[in-house]
Nanobody
């Protein structure tokens, strides 16, 4: 059974940093693109960042570019999201997502939820002003 488990969320002050982790199990994810999305109360789920199978290509939403960094460790089946210079508007539930096996690079479709078929349950990130 495919499972993605996020961790590392919490309460942080504006300007601070958090590092989210996503542990994947149930199959190998080394040939799958991975992504992070977030959803704030009353808003639709939105794309945050994505990474191709070997970390060679990364994709970011304009709102987080320069502040967030996505990375992965295929030996650990884990993907990370380093979040720096946090802002109150970053407050949301953050979800990890995995593309199907063999879908190694989302390219122009990185921002689409339909590019990913496995999802975690999310971790809450709250940034106070």
């Amino acid at each position: 059974q495919v499972q993605l488990v996020e961790s590392g969320g919490g309460l942080e002050q504006a300007g601070g940093s958090l590092r989210l982790s996503c542990a994947a199990s149930g199959r190998s994810f080394s040939s799958s693109a991975m992504g992070w999305f977030r959803q704030a109360p009353g808003k639709e789920r939105e794309f945050v960042a994505a990474i191709n199978w070997n970390g060679g290509n990364t994709y970011y939403a304009d709102s987080v570019k320069g502040r967030f960094t996505i990375s992965r460790d295929n030996a650990k089946n884990t993907v990370y999201l380093q979040m720096n210079s946090l802002k109150p508007e970053d407050t949301a539930v953050y979800y990890c997502a995995a593309a199907p096996t063999g879908h190694a690079d989302p390219g122009a479709y990185a921002y689409r939820t339909h590019s990913y078929t496995a999802w975690g349950r999310g971790t809450q990130v709250t940034v106070s002003s």
